[in-house]
């Protein structure tokens, strides 16, 4: 067997996917250049980043078509985890080809649960349109197709990079975009300066109601704003459902008491480029902001879980705009 075919077979073990049941017919690893900006480097614009290279892996389903849908998926703050790989399965035996972004290992990292200080949420944007770059060039994709879906604190990133500014800052050039932008329990509790002025695609926003990881109201709230804006924005919140419900191979509540949670903190962008704590003044940090404090519950629950794929589904396969 060639050692790149492989290498993706033993991938495919490793996140307990099978070839046969996510319908794959081929499974391809890209390299992608992209850099690790601080918050404050990515919202000024500053390039001068240090660069990395990090790992995407593009699983194509069997079709008859050429050109197919992909959706690009952003992991949480676990990294590539089970969650991830049910999501590939099940979009690929959509016919629905996906892009895993591997973040976490081009960098050194493992996880961030934790320690959220390891890496700004807002480097996952630069990685999404670094994706987006690739995927336009590929042979397979069909470029006006090229979905984007993050969970946690890549959800965050995935309805982020619908932000105009963010595109003309880190966006490929000419008018190639995303052409849809799904938010799975993700990131809502910043603010950023002119973050109602995002691109013409839909957002919609995936949350459990249960979630005290990533309170759902947060990203309720800005899907308003983002309507009352003339943005294509929709929140659709699931009964009963925790933090990372749509991972199947967990208990229906499972209790992290180590990880860094932000509910109640009200984190805004300063002038300066700075994510700041409004309540304090100073530079946000999960180590130092008062706000800050540990413990939240995961759980799996498989009505959001189906919803939330069959919500996903619809967007990606409707037609082509």
């Not at 500053?46 to 998926?73: H, K, N």
């Not at 849809?180 to 002025?197: A, H, K, L, M, P």
């Not at 800005?222 to 967990?250: C, E, I, K, S, W």
Request: with cysteine; aromatic share 6%; charged share 20%.
């Amino acid at each position: 067997m060639p050692a790149r075919t492989l290498l993706s077979v033993l991938l495919l073990g490793m996140l307990g996917v099978s070839e046969a049941a996510a319908q794959i017919a081929r499974v391809e690893l890209h390299p992608i250049a992209t850099t690790t900006p601080t918050d404050q480097q990515f919202l000024t614009g500053d390039r001068s980043a240090p660069a990395v290279t990090i790992a995407g892996e593009l699983r194509i389903p069997r079709s008859t078509t050429q050109r197919l849908p992909v959706v690009v998926l952003l992991h949480g703050s676990g990294g590539v985890a089970n969650n991830v790989a049910t999501w590939a399965q099940e979009l690929n035996s959509a016919g629905i080809a996906v892009f895993i972004v591997d973040a976490f290992t081009g960098r050194g990292l493992v996880g961030t649960s934790d320690d959220q200080d390891r890496l700004s949420r807002l480097a996952h944007v630069v990685d999404a349109y670094r994706a987006l770059a690739i995927l336009l060039r590929h042979p397979r994709i069909d470029p006006e197709r090229i979905f984007l879906m993050g969970f946690s604190r890549g959800g965050g990133a995935a309805h982020w990079a619908a932000i105009q500014r963010f595109r003309d800052l880190y966006g490929p050039p000419a008018d190639a975009e995303f052409a849809g932008f799904i938010s799975v329990y993700g990131t809502c509790n910043r603010r950023f300066v002119d973050e109602v002025r995002v691109v013409n695609r839909p957002i919609r926003y995936l949350h459990g109601l249960a979630d005290d990881y990533v309170p759902a109201a947060e990203c309720e709230a800005l899907a308003a704003r983002l309507r009352v804006a003339g943005g294509n924005a929709t929140f659709t919140g699931y009964p009963n459902a925790h933090h990372v419900f749509d991972d199947p191979a967990l208990p229906a509540s499972l209790r992290q008491p180590r990880v860094h949670v932000s509910t109640g903190c009200d984190i805004a962008e300063a002038p300066d480029g700075r994510l700041i704590d409004r309540k304090t003044g100073q530079s946000f940090a999960y180590a130092s902001a008062p706000c800050v404090s540990r413990g939240a519950t995961i759980g799996s629950n498989e009505e959001a879980r189906r919803a939330a794929l069959e919500a996903a589904r619809a967007l990606v396969l409707a037609p082509a705009r």
